[in-house]
């Protein structure tokens, strides 16, 4: 049992130590209420490249009276938990593709040539603002491969390819194989186990059944069972891989894991951010479901070409399924935060989690779609339809919101990209 038992249990087996959600007896088993910490608050992006539908991607009223258009369907269950937000404005991000994603978190002017130079995107702020308080800085997600050379504008493709940046010359590498990340929420041994993480703490997991409450036995069953999902999920997953690898030495076969269909391989990586904010592996998660110039494929949507030939027609029935199918997996990740208790609220309540492009339509970064769902613990309304775009440029930038959620979470800085406002009416 950690000093720190008012906020996480550990159990240890296999050599992987797995971390217990805030459960409300341990509020007991710490003694007074002077030892109870209040919920961490998180943060997650998740990114679609080359823009919307406009058509089908509106909002009209508030609360459980909002109105959605046809792209915002799939959130209508959580009206009340979510802000959708129309007008902002990244003033280095409009003119094109390869220079509007590389800096959408940071609204850093970028650099054309081989030299890569940008900014520290604010994920990864916030990373060094709790990295001495969870055993992972952040999580860095992708569904598609980066991809090398040079853009027609003469913008590298590295730009197109990363939203999250260490530094203003270098990306943090998108971990795109599910069971990876998987075992960098449990130790680098979880990948070399035969058997189950779960299976050896049982024992541990079952004592501790005895002395908690009746409903945190209920949050106990839950999250095991979550954890035991994900973790038969990406299980299957390399048993699949290995069965259609050629035979080839050791050495040389590919890396197993990633799922060929889309909305398998988004809500794998889904489950992984929800594991990681259960359990307060980490606070800060962005997934790249596509990237700037997206070769993806959705051939379950029975279209045929790939996702950037198609953003060219934003306003036809292809790409209007793309973007929901995109909304789909945001909606999902929502839906499974919000149903995971803690304290008072529930992890969804504790976490801002936002889902943003970088144009608006092709080419066009003259304003970016963005949801947030979440209230950051009670310091974020929501149930909010807010549109920027005639508020004036000054008034409507991208990284003024950014500062206001990093002021929210306790990372006060007196400027941030193109910014040194607040986003007013936030």
Known sequence: ????????????????TV??????????????????????QRFACMFIGDGISPPHWWAKGKGSDMELGSSLEPIAPFRDKINVINGLFNREGDG????????????????????????????????????????LPSLVLGCEQPVSGFHESQYSMVYASHISWRSPDSPIPIELYPSLAFDSLFGSKAGKLQGSILDDVLQQANDLRGKVSGSDRLKLEEYF???????????RLNRMAKEDTPA????????????????????????IIALAFQTDRTRIATLLLSRDLSGQVYPFLGIRDDHHSYSHDNTGKAYQAIVKCHVEQYTYLIEKLAKMPEGDRTVLDNSCIMFVSEHWNAHN?????????GSLGGTLETGRNLDYLKAGN??????SLYLSLMDRMGLKLPAFGDSKERLAGL
């Open 19 to 40: 971390a217990l959600p805030w459960l409300e007896s341990f509020k007991a088993m710490a003694g007074t209420a002077a030892d109870v910490k209040k919920a961490p």
């Open 248 to 271: 080839v030495p050791l050495s040389q076969r590919p890396a197993t894991g990633q799922p060929k269909d889309f909305r398998t391989y988004a809500r794998l990586m889904c489950d």
């Open 365 to 373: 970064g003259q304003q970016v779609p963005l949801l947030l769902a």
């Open 394 to 399: 000054d008034r409507r930038k991208l990284c």
């Open 1 to 16: 049992m950690t000093t720190d038992i008012s906020r996480r249990l550990l159990l240890k087996g296999l050599g992987v």
């Open 96 to 135: 094109g593709h390869a220079r509007c994603t590389g800096n959408i978190l940071s609204g850093a002017s970028l650099r054309r040539g081989r030299l890569i130079q940008g900014g520290v995107s604010m994920d990864q702020m916030l990373a060094k603002h709790y990295e001495e308080q969870t055993a």
């Open 225 to 235: 069972s979550s954890v035991r999902e994900t973790e038969q999920r990406v299980q």
